[in-house]
């Protein structure tokens, strides 16, 4: 069974510019997760997506990240322009049943380094 | 809202010792706890606990959840050098969309 997919693996930015990370969780997943970890800190849920609805985007910081997952596969996430803080590691979970005791599967992760 | 808290932020250890994590929480309406090891990115599942003071067991490494007293232990014994990790605790609450709350995890290194 392949397991999440995640590009870029690194990135490097100036602040203020914009960047896009992709995601394609393991096939059948419903729920797809995307966390934020600073380093030296545990993951920080973003957003949930159940299929292509989001189910929780409470920590989501709206007014410079954007997150869309619009056939209810792969997803992206934007920032749009990008701040110093952040720098992080975005990582992407999926899970097969988002109501059910089921573990989230993470991808590789991509790195953001911003300038 | 949910708090999850680990310790200790790190520890060393020699090959062959036996570790101990903590992890604390408070969340509303308790489901599930789980534990990751995180060894370069991504963050590999370990175990899942729902049930108050039934050990889960894999190899040199086990756990125990207090629902009472609201933690968890994670043992290791007989430690590796690939065993060194950031072993990070997550709680998730009995709400829909199995949302996850991480802890800042905990820090190991084993020495040869």
């Known amino acids: 069974e392949a397991g999440v997919a995640q590009s870029p693996r690194y990135k490097i930015i100036e602040k203020r510019q914009s960047v896009a990370f992709w995601c394609n969780p393991i096939?059948?997943?419903?729920?797809l997760y995307w966390y934020q970890q600073i380093l030296g800190q545990g993951p920080k849920l973003l957003i949930q997506?159940?299929?292509?609805?989001?189910?929780?985007d409470s920590q989501l910081p709206k007014d410079r990240f954007s997150a869309e997952r619009l056939k209810g596969v792969d997803s992206t996430l934007k920032i749009q322009p990008a701040k110093l803080e952040d720098s992080a590691v975005y990582l992407c979970a999926s899970s097969s049943i988002a109501g059910g005791l089921n573990e989230q599967f993470f991808g590789p992760g991509t790195r953001l380094t911003v300038l | 809202e949910d708090k999850v808290v680990q310790s200790p932020l790190s520890l060393v250890v020699h090959e062959g010792d036996t570790v101990t994590l903590n992890c604390s929480y408070e969340?509303?309406?308790?489901?599930?706890l789980l534990w990751y090891k995180q060894e370069k990115k991504a963050p590999t599942f370990l175990f899942m606990l729902t049930s108050s003071g039934i050990e889960k067991k894999s190899g040199r490494l086990s756990s125990i959840l207090d629902k009472k007293e609201l933690f968890s232990i994670l043992n290791i014994t007989a430690t590796q050098t690939g065993d060194s990790a950031v072993y990070l605790c997550a709680v998730g609450p009995k709400a829909a969309g199995n949302k996850l709350t991480f802890g800042g995890g905990t820090r190991v290194l084993v020495k040869p």
């Open positions: 969340v509303t309406n308790f489901r599930s």
């Open positions: 096939s059948g997943h419903a729920t």
């Open positions: 997506f159940q299929n292509n609805g989001v189910v929780d």
